[in-house]
């Protein structure tokens, strides 16, 4: 089918990535420019994006985002900083609470997902997060 624009969101200076979390509510999105990761509430009526009117402060220049597959936990690799920010996502609200920063090698420019036991054979991430949300950093 074809697609039927439905208007621009401002979203602030430099957004670089955006991630859906699983249930289709609400949409995270890098602002680079601002140093920040802002949300949005995703209208079930007509796929407007409502600001969660907050932001979140993720390291300096965040470039990349990853949110678990259960939708509890979301993932910003920070670029000048060279650390991943994690964050609890509210089911409810979709407020996001800083859990822990953590260093890694050099720009974490792509995260992925891996099981706990399951090796990191790829060469297309350089950050990975296992599915029990400890941060496993630098694989290559």
Same mark, same amino acid.
């Given at each position: 089918?074809? $697609? +039927?624009?439905?208007?621009? !969101? *401002?979203?602030?200076? %430099? *957004?670089?990535?955006?991630? %859906?979390? *699983? !249930?289709?509510?609400?949409?995270?999105?890098?602002?680079?420019?601002?140093?920040?990761?802002?949300?949005?509430?995703?209208?079930?009526?007509?796929?407007?994006?409502?600001?969660? =009117? /907050?932001?979140?402060?993720?390291?300096?220049?965040?470039?990349?985002?990853?949110?678990?597959?259960?939708?509890?936990?979301?993932?910003? =690799?920070?670029?000048? +900083?060279?650390?991943?920010?994690?964050?609890?996502?509210?089911?409810?609200?979709? /407020?996001? +609470?800083? $859990? /822990?920063?953590?260093?890694?090698?050099? %720009?974490?420019?792509?995260?992925? %997902?891996?099981?706990?036991?399951?090796?990191?054979? +790829?060469? /297309?991430?350089?950050?990975?997060?296992?599915?029990?949300?400890?941060?496993?950093?630098?694989?290559?």
């Amino acid at each position: 089918g074809a $697609l +039927t624009p439905l208007g621009a !969101t *401002p979203v602030g200076m %430099l *957004p670089v990535q955006s991630a %859906l979390d *699983p !249930t289709g509510r609400f949409l995270y999105v890098c602002v680079s420019g601002e140093d920040v990761v802002r949300g949005f509430k995703i209208d079930e009526a007509n796929g407007a994006l409502i600001s969660l =009117g /907050a932001d979140w402060g993720s390291g300096e220049q965040p470039v990349s985002l990853c949110i678990d597959p259960a939708g509890q936990f979301l993932y910003a =690799g920070n670029n000048d +900083t060279d650390d991943l920010a994690s964050f609890r996502i509210d089911a409810g609200s979709g /407020a996001l +609470t800083p $859990l /822990a920063r953590t260093r890694t090698r050099d %720009l974490p420019l792509n995260l992925a %997902l891996a099981q706990a036991d399951a090796p990191l054979a +790829t060469s /297309a991430c350089n950050c990975a997060v296992d599915l029990s949300g400890a941060c496993r950093v630098g694989c290559s």
